[in-house]
């Protein structure tokens, strides 16, 4: 019953969730929710739906009616995009290894702080304007999605899957308690060696932790 459970729930939310490419927009998860030919649309649960016009290898980014240009330069070994904003200013952003840099008009590179407030937008810092709160990394990843990346880490899902097991049968059977007195080899230098209640209390108390690191675990992994 527990592997068809597990079969049925578990292993489809694995399959949809891990595969699926996710990109982070000022500190926030996007997902994709629509894809045509040429178009796309990218939503997070909080902020700005994000839509995609794909031009031959150059891009058209619309957040809030507001749109920015990005056209592909470079070859294949030197990749980079030019990014421009709704009132004109121009950025350079290079790709070096998946590692996308951006570059301000005069070539200088381009950092910018990110402040943001408790309802988690970003807060404009001094000589910034309104149109350039998105940065331009940031709008290129957003942009091609050979920058988005797999969502979770599925190593540490499995892993809190079996550790939960473990947990559960350390504390609920005693069969397993007693399995686990039997490969810890005490029987080898004690003659008629048996668990005692300590060994079953200390048995279940290990099984409550693992369960519980097993829980945080599992959050960590999505």
């Not at 997902?31 to 939503?43: G, I």
């Not at 957040?63 to 350079?92: C, M, T, W």
């Not at 990843?141 to 899957?161: C, D, L, R």
Request: glycine content about 6%.
């Amino acid at each position: 019953m527990g592997t068809l459970i597990f079969c049925v729930f578990i292993v489809p939310f694995f399959r949809s969730y891990f595969t699926e490419s996710v990109f982070y927009f000022n500190e926030h998860k996007y997902k994709k929710v629509n894809e045509q030919a040429d178009f796309a649309e990218y939503r997070s649960q909080t902020e700005p739906l994000i839509k995609v016009q794909r031009i031959g290898h150059d891009r058209q980014v619309t957040i809030q009616s507001e749109e920015y240009a990005i056209h592909r330069l470079g070859d294949p070994f030197n990749i980079k995009y030019e990014v421009i904003y709704p009132g004109g200013k121009r950025f350079e952003v290079n790709d070096h290894n998946g590692l996308l840099v951006s570059y301000d008009e005069n070539g200088d590179w381009f950092v910018q702080m990110t402040v943001f407030d408790s309802s988690g937008q970003r807060i404009l810092q001094e000589g910034e304007e309104q149109l350039e709160r998105y940065h331009p990394s940031d709008l290129v990843a957003a942009a091609y999605p050979e920058y988005h990346t797999k969502q979770g880490e599925p190593v540490f899902f499995i892993f809190s899957i079996f550790m939960f097991i473990y947990g559960w049968c350390g504390f609920r059977y005693e069969g397993f308690q007693n399995f686990l007195f039997k490969i810890s080899l005490n029987w080898l230098w004690v003659r008629e060696a048996e668990p005692s209640d300590f060994y079953y209390f200390m048995c279940k108390i290990g099984g409550i932790v693992a369960m519980i690191l097993s829980v945080v675990m599992f959050f960590k992994s999505l």
